[in-house]
């Protein structure tokens, strides 16, 4: 799968990443804000080895159209700010492009723009695209439904310079319909960050935990989803979309 | 709903204390092997305040015909020794009484009475009977669907005497394919029950962690079978089985 | 070592269970409020098999000089209201009796009191008298001593009822000079209490916790801290006066 | 402090990281055996901005005495091959230059050339040179001192590919005399390092973790040490000698 990056952040550089090592993915190209690095390759910048083209644009340079025409891709990875979907999104789903967006916050107008490509081709958003923080909600969602009387608390840690809730900890509070007296933050140190859901029963406790090792965890949720959307049709999908399925009876 | 209850050894016991003291339960006699206490009462003799008549009874002076005849009940609970089964199965299935069996193990004798038994009553077995530990084998074996190429570990920790691997333990790994190598046994102190079973990811790890507090937790697992099997036609039921209508779309 | 135990509330039963199984010390008597249980024996009240005397008495009914001279004992364990002290105080630091006071809270007349016991015998008083509490306030106070810059955080965790942050948790943090902000409350379920502190560094996380299974764990904490009290002169001693002598160099 | 640096492999290059950020500290000079990166300079190779100089030149392009003469330091810091101590060691020990070494294993000779060194300079060596994992060790020895009959086991997680026991835990082990079915090793994806220490009591449980977030906790063990060491005279340390001057009463 031929994938382009829009973004070149922390979380981008670590998508890069995952996507020039896997075996299944080719990073095409990076688009970024930014001239810095500009016609730098990814592969040599990061000191990885990889066959991809991977080189990297700066977006004012370039013309989307006919960008795109040049180089073309099955998929592109959104890791950018939040404003660049009007730039590329039209010209992506004209080609039928499936759009994977991991932006935190999106405003009104481009949850409107998104609901539009997605009458042409596949548009994927999460907030947070981590397989395991999603997996978390899932799950805590149907223990809460077979478990309705069980008290709910989440633990969420991450390093001491983080200011306010974690976001993740803010969706998953949501998705749990947890009050925001019901999360509890903690920040020490250089913690990457920990999400601990909490199930209290009179006579026993389950615990779902999430741990984060290094941003490169994104870069598998973009690779999960990815796989996951393959051969969907256009429409807007969430993670909870590509989970569902997993979810059917016989799980043997 | 009127119950029974077979056997009044420590995990019995623990049953009986939360079947009288919940609303929708009431606990009408108990059956057991041994003679001592016969004729006592259950709240009585355990320091709880019930209406519930809860008279016990020993199994060698009692013609199960007769005594199911006269103290009728809706649903008999199991906790008894596995032979017992033959004692009683017969008798309550022609009643339409429903069996909810916490026997760890069965031979083949009994494994075969349960599935004549379940033609004419619902039979249901369950091994371990804590709501937390299935719902954690069953969270587990999806997150395996999902993400078969994670690594999956399990930590078991008990109190200092207690020999060789936990049940519990040995039926997660089976029902997740793990090898005894992957099962790790810490025995500390008066660690009442602790097992975890982690996921290793390359950069998340996911944890899934369940914590007994005290033996009351088999009580309510044995209210939530009770309370999911309502409704259910005849046939032999285990634990998955009132699980998975909550694993559906749409959860919320 | 002969022992009389003040209070025989869930703390002070818990209690008396250890000290009536210990091999090394022996329950004379429980002097308690309540005129309920008077004159039956601890250990078939509570139905553990002991050749103790353990009977049990109303206040109400002893002159306390008197009782003393005809039930001697060598210490005195307090799990009783706080004014109790002003009963028993004067004629146990007469005596030499150690007094052993688990009171969470005195006021500032028994702080005195305790004062002018201690010029005669050897008086302890401990508000959390669990030996695995202390000491993680010991060596948490020893990690920011070597590791100043290191974030700590507590997070302490109970069941659902529980009103307010724990007062063990109070105490760790006043310890530690934690603010209120750093202390995370966790209610849920019927967790018996969990206190977990957190120090974390730029590169690596410390956690030191403590998990209370029951309160016998009181129990032990009382025959700790009656062993090593033993030999000590007549003074006020505190659960770090008697951790200390452990800390010194060459463990080995 | 003025440091040198022997070896440059992932641990030696987030030493160097972290040295060349800390305000007290100064990075003179990388040596290393390979001729790859000679004459580069750290901080630029690593993207880290300094002032300090910083260059690399292989071994074996230099006169260790002529080097040291000519790029003086107060401290060598040796994350290099165990036999490197016979290159340099002579040389510094000459010059009254601390030698502050984390090699793993070394063999008889080498252990013979320490304590021939110790002589003339301040001589370091801790096979693991993170501050948590020798607070843990110090602490749970403590605990052991102060808790003989309590259960002690030890869980260690790390990636999936690492091979055998982890050497902390081996180490771990020793310092508290745990035998090896006591340990229990934990593979799973991309898990950094976590060590944790149970202590298991009757009625209670006292858990120490250290959990390992990068490389660079090295450096701020290498950074630790070299500030407790100042001051102090030739002869061997090792980490319970610079924390032991912690752990004296009155920790207040």
Do not use: S
């Given at each position: 799968?031929?994938?382009g990056l829009m973004g070149f952040g922390k979380a981008g550089k670590a998508v890069a990443s995952v996507l020039m090592q896997h075996p299944d993915f080719s990073l095409k190209w990076v688009l970024r804000r930014s001239e810095v690095l500009e016609h730098r390759h990814v592969g040599e910048f990061l000191g990885i080895?990889?066959?991809?083209?991977?080189?990297?644009?700066s977006v004012g340079h370039?013309?989307?159209?006919?960008?795109?025409?040049e180089h073309p891709v099955d998929c592109i990875i959104d890791f950018s700010p939040a404003e660049s979907i009007h730039m590329y999104g039209a010209a992506a789903a004209k080609r039928g492009i499936t759009i994977i967006s991991a932006i935190s916050h999106y405003g009104d107008a481009e949850k409107e723009l998104l609901h539009t490509l997605a009458k042409d081709t596949v548009v994927f958003w999460s907030p947070n695209i981590t397989l395991g923080v999603n997996y978390l909600?899932?799950?805590?969602?149907?223990?809460?439904?077979?478990?309705?009387?069980?008290?709910?608390?989440?633990?969420?840690?991450?390093?001491k310079t983080k200011q306010g809730i974690s976001g993740t900890a803010i969706k998953i509070a949501e998705s749990l319909d947890l009050e925001s007296t019901e999360i509890n933050s903690v920040r020490a140190g250089g913690i990457v960050g920990k999400h601990e859901l909490i199930f209290g029963f009179p006579y026993q406790t389950v615990r779902l935990v999430h741990e984060s090792i290094s941003?490169?965890?994104?870069?598998?949720?973009?690779?999960?989803?990815?796989?996951n959307l393959t051969g969907m049709g256009p429409g807007l999908y969430n993670f909870e979309d590509i989970l569902l399925p997993y979810f059917t009876p016989n799980p043997n």
């Open positions: 799968m031929r994938a080895a990889t066959e991809d083209e991977a080189f990297i644009r370039v013309d989307i159209e006919t960008f795109l025409d909600m899932f799950a805590g969602k149907f223990l809460k439904k077979i478990a309705p009387w069980a008290d709910i608390q989440l633990v969420e840690e991450h390093f941003r490169e965890a994104f870069g598998n949720g973009v690779i999960f989803a990815a796989q």
